[in-house]
């Protein structure tokens, strides 16, 4: 410590090592986009100085913009209720939780109930963002919601010794933790003569809402500058983007939820080697993409959702600066079949400039390959894909589907029973909506009211709207979705009536069906009808699976309790139906993939009931179930087609 050496910023080569400085009200857009590089920066502060004075910053309650290694971070105050209330306004986040940056593995141990085989990875060099359960006093049932504005009434206690204000992560058992990763992350914990500052630290990637991260320092003041007091920056410029990883952990393992800093682009290994190059553009959600060359497929940093021009622009740059790294020219570009996707278009963009032809996969299929190429599994499958919405081939939205193949095609063999998406995309946030439509098609608009108004789905008027547009068959669309299945049921049990974030409503039936687990389970199994079967397809009993919960909850049976009948008897009926599709085809492998299997609570019991019945279970782990992970299954789609290709022309 007495060296003149010790906490030299950031290390002592003074030709090429970089420099903090701040950058605060006295650097204007303009001083910036002038700039070469981040190096030629405006007047702040610098090294300690800079480091102190942004230390000061979080301490007293504010926010603070921080480069890191493959973007920005807004950080504040975890501990502070003020100050993380204040964040969310400012990002326009109300509910989503923040991640929290934690000073060592003690204040981990303090915090959160810590799996041994979470310690390597927390403390290794990939220092994801880990999901882990959250100390609790108790962790009560839900009460009856009827705001449709998505606010969940509990009575969540933590332990009287957090020091996490309740506002990072609302109503969710589990905690986003990551450790100190860089050099500026470990002094803003610990910096010698300077005072004490919090030791839980908000750490959220810093973006505009559906922007990607922000990466350089033109990027934080236009972007950034609102949303907070001081923006820390370094002279070290970031030539890809990469937020930070998020996992869940399965079985004691890694579950991917987003790929990204630490482990992309590390190569996930082909099973057999080709002679081809291909690029999958992903999807259109949480995208990322995926190149391959020589057997070996390499995913990108996560870049964000694509309705944002922003996200497509960062795509664009991405793919072009990473075949150039990689050293890859693709032979084919694959993109998803869904006509207005802005990944489509850009897949088309590439595949033209680059002069190669591109080729469209199907959404969940491209699903059910991603989780075969992750277990290097080349043979025949019957893909479980369940997610929120995908293009399917006769116009509907697909997301509940049964799927028979292999990488070069599939079958739909069958799906969730379809239900009417009545309301577009407002439906896909509002959950009571779906669930109106499902109850209103079953029993007609005026039991469907009754219903409704006890049940608190919508008002009188939004019920009224649903039932003309159901009527007139206007701004309908026939739909398979899961995901807007397990919104409606969260509706109906008056959990969540609508989301402010993608999963919200889901998520909260989850948790609820895992605490009805951990209180010991009082309800009888579903004794309903399971599936229906016809010479072509079948289809799981979902819509009868909704009436009857609609009917208990209105008999006020325990609502966590129902969250939990309807999980078991969904994993039932998927069970049941690979069974029936076995004595079809003989298959005995399934793969798990898509959105909802995020959901570990269905996870484990579909893949229990599997195993318990002889399937063999392939499962996603280093790589997204999400539609982070789909960009894999499009290059190992796009590699098949070529091969098939050669092999027709011999």
Known sequence: MNSRRYHAQSVCCNDCGPELYTLMGGASESDVQGMGTDSERPEGAYGAAALIATRAVIRNGGIAAIKGIGGFHLCCDAGSEAAVQRLRRLKARPMKPFAVMMRDLEVVGRECILEPEMEPLLTGP??????IPRRRDSADSAEPDSNINGELKTNIQIRHNSRIAASVAPDNPNLGVMLPYTPVHMLLFDYPDDEPISDVLVMTSGNPSGAPICMNDEEALKYLSPMCDIILSNSRDIR??????????????????RRSRGYSPLPIVAKSESSHAVLGIGGELKNTFCLGDKGLYYPSPYIGDMADMRSVRALDAATTRMERLLEIKPDIVVGDMHPGYNTSEM???????????VMEIQHHHAHMVSCMAENEYEGTALGVTFDGT????????????????????????GSIAPFIHAGGDIASREGWRIAYSMISTALGSEAANRIGETLGLGDEKGRQSIDFMLGNSINTVKSTSAGRLFDAVSAVLGIKSASTFEGE??????FAAERAEAQGISLAPYEGRLMNIDEEQFELCTDTLLMELATRSLADQDTDQLAYFFHKALADMIVIACCYQRTRCDVNVVALSGGVFQNLLLLRLVDDGLEREGFKVLKHGVVPTNDGGIALGQAAAGIAALRDEEQNEE
């Open 347 to 357: 897949a088309r963009v590439i595949a033209e400039r680059e002069g190669v032809p």
């Open 126 to 131: 990939q220092k994801p963002i880990i999901l």
């Open 240 to 257: 890809i983007r990469a937020d930070d990883t998020v996992m869940a952990f399965y079985r004691s393992k890694p579950y991917m939820i």
């Open 390 to 413: 995908g293009y399917g081939p006769d116009g509907t939205i697909w997301g509940g589907e049964f799927l028979l193949g292999d990488e070069s095609g599939y079958e739909r063999v």
């Open 505 to 510: 409503a889901s998520m909260a039936l989850q």
